[in-house]
């Protein structure tokens, strides 16, 4: 099977990268069998709240070191000692300093809202065409709101994949006065490349949240948090009708993987060059929660 690769953005580098439960991740989306599991699993919530039942179990500390070691997590930028961790829910969804993710300066910066894989589409209407083993995205389905859709139709969008071994935090982009939050109900489908290569209307069928921004450098600014397969719970910590700065923590995914989509409206960002190169090549580039996205065109 072909390796994945990104752009790590801090070298510049093309980096092969490292599947959490490689094998289980083949069976379950290249074998007619595993394909038919992970449905199932997608399809079920019950199974997916009960493995995360079991990840807040005290007993599952003990999966933590080795965790951390297979990864190479950076143990330094934790609020918390791995002693203190009361399960590998809490590990999973754990805090960092301050210091560990700082905020690109300036009002005009969009900042990246999570560490995590990062693909950009700076025309939706472009992206709209294109498709992915015959299953084209379709922005009506992802935000199941006629008026949205009209709005940003021509906008653009930024998909920023989380893996199992990213830290889970999301946050505001920019400085924002941030609306409700709606839910919208669907399944679990994995946000994994090795499911998407084959569907990126995943990201439309899956269980999701929404939250529209109000901004004064880049107009009104879409923000969804898309669950994945054992991400039951999406949590939102955050209050709504209030403002925040950029990098200001607007919530978190509970143990598995996820995805951060934020669209824009038609000509109010210029994003970063590398990110767009990258794109352009079918790259995703790995980024850190705070690190430039892109400059308002806006005056």
């Known amino acids: 099977m072909k390796k994945l690769q990104y752009i790590d953005r801090s070298t510049n580098q093309r980096v092969t990268e490292v599947v959490c439960y490689e094998k289980t991740m083949m069976f379950l989306y290249t074998s007619r069998l595993g394909k038919g599991v992970s449905t199932l699993l997608s399809r079920t919530p019950f199974l997916s709240r009960l493995y995360g039942w079991i990840q807040k179990r005290s007993w599952t500390r003990k999966k933590i070191p080795g965790f951390i070691k297979k990864n190479r997590i950076c143990t330094k930028e934790f609020k918390k000692s791995i002693s203190e961790f009361t399960s590998f829910n809490d590990f999973f969804t754990r805090e960092l300093r301050p210091e560990a993710r700082p905020i690109a300066r300036g009002d005009d910066i969009c900042v990246t809202p999570v560490d995590g894989a990062y693909l950009i589409y700076p025309n939706i209407a472009e992206f709209g065409e294109f498709v992915v083993k015959s299953k084209r995205f379709s922005l009506s389905k992802l935000l199941g709101d006629a008026k949205l859709v009209e709005k940003y139709a021509s906008g653009s969008v930024v998909f920023a994949r989380l893996a199992l071994f990213d830290y889970h935090r999301f946050h505001f982009p920019v400085d924002c006065l941030a609306g409700p939050t709606r839910n919208i109900n669907g399944y679990l489908f994995s946000v ?8 990126f209307n995943i990201f439309c069928e899956n269980k999701r949240t929404l939250t529209e921004l109000k901004t004064e450098k880049f107009g009104d600014v879409l923000y969804l948090e898309v669950g994945a397969l054992n991400v039951g719970s999406i949590v939102q910590t955050y209050t709504a009708e209030k403002k925040y700065s950029k990098g200001n923590e607007k919530g ?3 143990i598995g993987g996820s995805t951060v989509i934020v669209l824009f409206e038609p000509g109010v960002i210029q994003f970063d060059a ?7 090549m079918g790259l995703e580039t790995r980024c850190l929660m705070g690190q430039s996205l892109g400059r308002s065109l806006r005056e």
């Open 252 to 254: 978190f995914f509970e």
């Open 274 to 280: 590398d990110l767009l190169k990258n794109s352009r």
């Open 192 to 199: 994994h490349p090795m499911a998407l290569k084959d569907n």
